[in-house]
């Protein structure tokens, strides 16, 4: 089984706090991505990954950064919280056209 | 630009309905259509794709090019398919891969 595991489920930030959220993967996957879930907004692409060291702006990048060290880790970076980015974060990774797996999701409250 | 819209944010049935999701996609290649299905409290997964031609937990799905529509039908809705279903789309440019998802709908199937 594929297991993409995310550090926290649950997170509790101040605003303007710096905030990292870790994603590991043991598939070996290429593709790595970090998406928000909002109700009413689905699932919006943050950034993603396709390789070590590689990154690329997804939809909503604005207040966020990424960093892939290693194949099996991608970590999303809020530079300084702010409210509105209180949210469910999901971590996906996926091996080239095939399926993507998710973890189980972050809840962030920034306060 | 690529889009999946999903025209709908809430389906309510009772159990032994048929049930239809609708999506609707726009993309200037030819596309990789899938749907993942969240219940409550568990993470995102695949429910199924269009090339795999499957019919899982009593869904299918049908790609119709001319509508550009991948619709998500069960002929009698069960309880436990209480869910959001997600429609995406795996868009691939420029070398890299990415799903684009719609807003999401909510499937409550009553007893």
Redesign the interface.
């Known amino acids: 089984d594929v297991k993409v595991t995310q550090s926290s489920r649950y997170l509790v930030k101040r605003t303007g706090e710096k905030v990292f959220l870790e994603c590991v993967q043991d598939m070996d996957h290429e593709n790595m991505f970090w998406y928000r879930q909002d109700p009413g907004l689905g699932l919006r692409l943050i950034y993603f990954s396709y390789d070590v060291k590689m990154k690329e702006k997804g939809d909503i990048p604005e207040g966020y950064s990424v960093s892939r060290e290693k194949k099996e880790r991608f970590s999303l970076i809020l530079e300084s919280a702010s409210t509105n980015q209180t949210s469910m974060y999901l971590c996906a990774s996926r091996a080239k056209y095939n399926e993507q797996f998710f973890g189980p999701g972050t809840r962030l409250t920034v306060l | 630009a690529q889009r999946v819209t999903?025209p709908e944010?809430l389906l309510s049935v009772f159990k032994g309905a048929p049930v239809e999701l609708k999506c609707n996609y726009s993309y200037s290649g030819s596309p990789e259509l899938?749907w993942y299905v969240q219940y409550s409290r568990q993470?995102?997964?695949?429910l199924l794709?269009h090339i795999s031609r499957e019919s899982i937990k009593g869904f299918t799905a049908d790609l119709n090019k001319g509508e550009t529509s991948f619709h998500l039908k069960k002929p009698f809705a069960q309880e436990e398919d209480s869910a959001m279903y997600?429609c995406a789309l795996?868009d691939i440019q420029g070398?890299?891969?990415?799903?684009?998802?719609?807003?999401?709908m909510k499937l409550t199937v009553n007893p």
């Open positions: 999903q944010k899938f993470r995102l997964q695949l794709r997600y795996s070398g890299s891969e990415k799903l684009v998802f719609g807003k999401g």
